[in-house]
């Protein structure tokens, strides 16, 4: 969401990756394609987003935190069993089970989506990082899941 800003690819990526040695922060791989993740926090009620922090995931655990992401955009067959495994290995469940983590996540995407939602950043996360206080207004691209 922070795209191509330049505060994202010099500063924030470089120090979530020195935090997590180089490796994801959710399964601990090494890997050769690694993603910072913004991490955000919903009140549901308040319709307000608060960026909470950032963290790197491995290809496939990005996969699995944006599943219809993923699946809009990389080979469908592949990407789900792919997504299933992960979310199985990390999680320690069932591929039912994971279906399911997957399909309450899209019913509570959904009902995000719906609402118009105010950004806001987590103070110790500006102080750290001044260019976040700049960031545009958010809106949740609509996503599919259809796993
Ligand atoms: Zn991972």
């Not at 491995?58 to 699946?71: F, I, N, W």
Request: net charge positive; aromatic share 6%.
């Amino acid at each position: 969401m922070l795209g191509q800003r330049a505060v994202w690819k010099k500063q924030i990526r470089a120090d979530a990756l020195a935090k997590t040695n180089n490796c994801c922060s959710i399964c601990g791989q090494s890997a050769k394609r690694l993603v910072c993740h913004d991490k955000w926090k919903y009140d549901d009620k308040r319709a307000v987003a608060t960026l909470i922090g950032f963290e790197i995931h491995c290809g496939d655990c990005d996969a699995a935190t944006h599943p219809g992401l993923a699946l809009s955009i990389y080979p469908r067959e592949k990407t789900e069993k792919i997504i299933l495994a992960q979310l199985c290995k990390v999680n320690g469940c069932t591929k039912r089970e994971a279906k399911e983590l997957i399909a309450k996540a899209a019913q509570i995407w959904d009902g995000r989506n719906k609402k118009d939602w105010k950004l806001q950043v987590e103070p110790a996360l500006v102080r750290q990082y001044p260019e976040l206080a700049a960031l545009p207004k958010f809106t949740p691209p609509p996503m599919t899941f259809v796993i």
